[in-house]
């Protein structure tokens, strides 16, 4: 699975059932290495997730790693806290947004 087609995917479930994001505002960043790498955004707003390549508006938070490593946290199959850790993620930012985001994640992995 590419970065595109998992980022569509998780759009898509959350935009199915947005329990996990009801009242929720907030732009990500995604700084990807790697063969699929790039920038890549992703907000909440209006209890919508979209998602888009580059990075056009300001984030409250920015997370850099690989896209490989990228795709394994969206799928739950990376410990972010790991990664974190041992330097494989790199956080710029709110903090706190990443840790919205790590739930946010959880709610939807299947």
Do not use: W
Request: some cysteine; aromatic content about 8%; charged content about 15%.
């Amino acid at each position: 699975m590419t970065v595109e087609q998992t980022l569509r995917a998780l759009s898509e479930k959350i935009n199915a059932n947005p329990h996990a994001i009801q009242g929720f505002h907030a732009i990500y960043h995604f700084l990807l290495s790697g063969d699929d790498g790039g920038q890549y955004q992703v907000t909440f707003a209006g209890n919508h997730a979209t998602y888009s390549k580059g990075t056009p508006d300001e984030a409250k938070c920015t997370l850099e790693l690989s896209d490989a490593n990228f795709i394994k946290l969206v799928e739950g199959t990376l410990n972010p806290t790991a990664a974190f850790m041992l330097g494989k993620l790199k956080i710029n930012g709110d903090i706190g947004h990443s840790l919205k985001l790590q739930t946010i994640l959880n709610a939807y992995q299947s």
